[in-house]
């Protein structure tokens, strides 16, 4: 993405699960629908016009991306959604299929096997450090978010709002409550085992609030430098690259001009997908121009909350870096747990959005729909309207199946998401 400014170009990837089309258990077979090269070989990446496949560290995973940054929404979902239909073809040969959400619900991940092909190398030192075989490595599947900018204004700009939207995510995105076959206690299950995956070398993922760096120069010191200092000791063969080692819940990718959000538990289906990137985008670009405090003035609401923002443009942006991270993951940390229905009292956190009461932070996301919708497809609308009556797919799924579900109900339950997936519609929702 390198050179783009601000809001010009976006990249957006998805991971689904392989499974067994009767048994739901895992299948390592992400080769499949990778196919082979002219000389039998095999591939890890391939392109279908704009849309990419690739493998991840794990063989049941497979990836579905941009193949090139995008400057429009427009039919992407669709171009998705194709893709997943070819690769379910392929896949139907073996009893295969995709699987949506972002962790398996009954899955052992010591049946976890690294992609044996491309960058193997890579796989077994992460493996040797970290023990890959845990839900943490095995079991995630997610939605990123790559957004460009040009130089240190635009980064510091992207940054600030970025780790002020990250603790928000999951009270939109949860679609992971189960695992080993029981409730976890947290909607976002894959966001808490996330946290911890690599907490023999803490540096990598921090506390998954990215620190507050608004330059280049910033972030080498307080994240880079740190993450290769800390890593130096067990990658002897530097193998591992600090862009790809760097965990947090967004990352700078200086060497692409991008910032890649990665806390969205992957969807249903390709157009819930959508949707949710779409009002991601649409939230930063808010608050970076200050528009929801500029909604709260216009409506002559109480202006507690909209005169704790600094009212030029300049002084707001300053405002936005201030916020601590540690007082962020704690506000992550709620929304881990309980994705919408969490409760959010944090007066100038609050501020930000226009808003100064205490509210659930599926609330402070219907308010900011309401102030954002016209800035998302049609398409998205009607998805995210429905999305947000519904509640999080974990929160839906968690109603369905409760504390305590039985592996039948699992089965049956997840292979209707296996179905949303197919015909790209909502789960939950009556048609």
């Known amino acids: 993405m390198s050179n783009y400014k601000l809001w010009e170009r976006f990249g957006v990837e998805m991971e689904f699960m392989i499974v067994d089309r009767d048994t739901l258990n895992v299948l390592p077979r992400a080769d499949v629908p990778l196919g082979k090269d002219k000389d039998g070989n095999q591939l890890s990446d391939i392109e279908y016009d704009d849309i990419g496949l690739s493998n991840e560290l794990v063989s049941h995973v497979l990836e579905f991306k941009c193949a090139?940054?995008?400057?429009?929404?427009?039919?992407?979902?669709?171009?998705?959604?194709?893709?997943?239909?070819?690769?379910?073809?392929?896949?139907?040969?073996?009893?295969?299929?995709?699987?949506?959400?972002?962790?398996h619900p009954f899955m052992d991940p010591a049946e976890m096997q690294l992609w044996p092909y491309d960058c193997l190398d890579i796989y077994q030192t992460y493996d040797r450090i970290?023990?890959?075989?845990?839900?943490?490595?095995?079991?995630?599947?997610?939605?990123?978010?790559?957004?460009?900018?040009?130089?240190?204004e635009e980064f510091g700009e992207l940054h600030a709002a970025i780790r002020l939207l990250l603790p928000l995510i999951p009270a939109i995105a949860a679609s992971s409550p189960y695992l080993d076959g029981k409730y976890?206690?947290?909607?976002?299950?894959?966001?808490?085992?996330?946290?911890?995956?690599?907490?023999?070398?803490?540096?990598?993922?921090?506390?998954v609030i990215p620190e507050q760096a608004y330059s280049y120069d910033e972030y080498n010191k307080m994240i880079f430098d740190k993450v290769k200092k800390a890593i130096a000791p067990y990658d002897t063969e530097h193998l591992l690259n600090h862009f790809f080692l760097n965990s947090r819940g967004a990352i700078a990718r200086f060497d692409r001009g991008a910032?890649?959000?990665?806390?969205?538990d992957i969807q249903e289906c390709p157009n819930a997908d959508i949707a949710i990137v779409e009002l991601?985008?649409?939230?930063?670009?808010?608050?970076?121009?200050?528009?929801?405090?500029a909604s709260r003035e216009n409506a002559s609401e109480a202006a507690s909350a909209a005169n704790s923002v600094p009212h030029t443009l300049k002084e707001y942006r300053e405002f936005l870096r201030n916020f601590d991270t540690t007082r962020l993951a704690e506000l992550l940390a709620k929304t881990t747990k309980d994705a919408e229905?969490?409760?959010?009292?944090?007066?100038?956190?609050?501020?930000?959005f226009g808003m100064d009461s205490a509210v659930s932070a599926g609330d402070i996301w219907k308010h900011i729909y309401s102030v954002v919708k016209n800035d998302l497809t049609e398409v998205s609308q009607s998805f995210m309207e429905k999305m947000l009556e519904r509640g999080t797919l974990s929160s839906a799924l968690y109603k369905a199946l409760g504390d305590a579900p039985t592996h039948e109900a699992f089965v049956t339950e997840y292979k209707k998401l296996a179905d949303c997936l197919a015909h790209n519609r909502l789960y939950g929702i009556s048609e």
């Not at 649409?282 to 121009?289: C, E, M, R, S």
């Not at 229905?341 to 609050?350: H, P, R």
């Open 280 to 293: 991601e985008i649409a939230t930063l670009k808010a608050i970076v121009n200050g528009k929801f405090a």
């Open 259 to 264: 910032i890649e959000i990665r806390l969205v």
């Open 341 to 352: 229905n969490a409760t959010i009292n944090w007066q100038e956190y609050l501020s930000v």
């Open 68 to 103: 090139h940054p995008k400057s429009t929404f427009d039919g992407l979902g669709k171009r998705f959604f194709h893709e997943i239909r070819r690769a379910n073809k392929k896949l139907e040969k073996i009893n295969a299929m995709l699987l949506p959400s972002a962790c």
């Open 130 to 152: 970290f023990n890959c075989k845990g839900h943490g490595w095995a079991n995630l599947q997610s939605t990123h978010l790559n957004l460009s900018f040009d130089g240190d």
């Open 184 to 207: 976890t206690g947290y909607r976002d299950a894959r966001i808490n085992v996330y946290r911890h995956n690599q907490d023999k070398v803490p540096e990598i993922t921090g506390q």
